[in-house]
């Protein structure tokens, strides 16, 4: 079966120290890995999508790599305002079944970076 | 800019109320989908559509229904609404990539509708 695992459930920085965050998965075939980021009471926004192993993304403070089995985000001297929870996601080739187009969420992350 | 818009932030509903959560995107996508969002739950896909006027069931279909009559707009219907319907709805869509082409199929969200039914 399909799934996906975040961890830490939360994490708590001080304003300028490094962290990464974790997204174990397991997926027949790996069509695309999604990592997001939620405020509080708001949808989620999308940050990453990542494809194939070796692949990395970065933006701003954020970058993203991926493994054949888990993503890592790390988040370069956080600031106050990268509080959120960050969401990992995984799509599945339709040829190892799943549904087409559906996206299987982790619980989340949450960050907070005090100051 | 992708936009997926919700019809409420806030919804205040009775026990036994049909409720209608309505979103509308305005990027073409085929595909859209409802999710609930809940405490230590994550995200449960509700219902799901590729197409004008088709549906399929999420993992937690119950007490739900669906419409989907303009491509760009997906409606939720709670047809008998329940205390333990309160919780965040959201709303995505996506464009289906071509498989060989190796990309996924980003979701984009709306904002959510915090829905209580008392």
């Known amino acids: 079966e399909d799934q996906v695992t975040q961890s830490p459930e939360a994490l708590r920085l001080q304003e300028g120290e490094s962290s990464s965050l974790n997204c174990s998965y397991t997926v027949s075939g790996l069509r695309g890995l999604f990592w997001y980021r939620q405020d509080p009471g708001k949808g989620p926004e999308f940050l990453f999508t990542l494809y194939s192993a070796g692949e990395e993304k970065e933006k701003e403070r954020l970058k993203a790599t991926l493994t054949k089995k888990e993503s890592f985000l790390h988040i370069t001297a956080p600031k106050p305002e990268d509080s959120a929870t960050y969401l990992c996601?995984?799509?599945?080739?339709?040829?190892?079944?799943?549904?087409?187009?559906?996206?299987?969420f982790g619980k989340g992350t949450k960050l907070s970076v005090k100051p | 800019d992708v936009k997926v818009t919700q019809s409420s932030r806030y919804l205040v509903k009775r026990t036994g109320e049909k409720v209608f959560l309505e979103c509308v995107q305005d990027?073409?996508?085929?595909?859209m989908f409802w999710y609930r969002q809940d405490p230590g739950l994550g995200l449960r896909l509700i219902y799901f559509?590729?197409?004008?006027?088709?549906?399929e069931k999420g993992d937690i279909p119950e007490g739900y229904s669906v419409s989907r009559e303009k491509k760009e707009r997906f409606s939720l219907i709670l047809e008998s609404a329940s205390t333990n319907q309160t919780s965040m709805y959201l709303c995505?869509?996506?464009?289906?990539?071509?498989?060989?082409?190796?990309?996924?199929?980003?979701?984009?969200f709306g904002p959510g509708t915090r829905l209580t039914v008392l």
């Open positions: 996601a995984v799509q599945a080739y339709l040829n190892y079944g799943g549904s087409q187009g559906n996206l299987i």
């Open positions: 990027m073409d996508h085929e595909n």
């Open positions: 995505a869509s996506s464009s289906t990539q071509k498989q060989w082409t190796g990309a996924g199929d980003t979701q984009y």
């Open positions: 559509s590729y197409d004008v006027k088709m549906k």
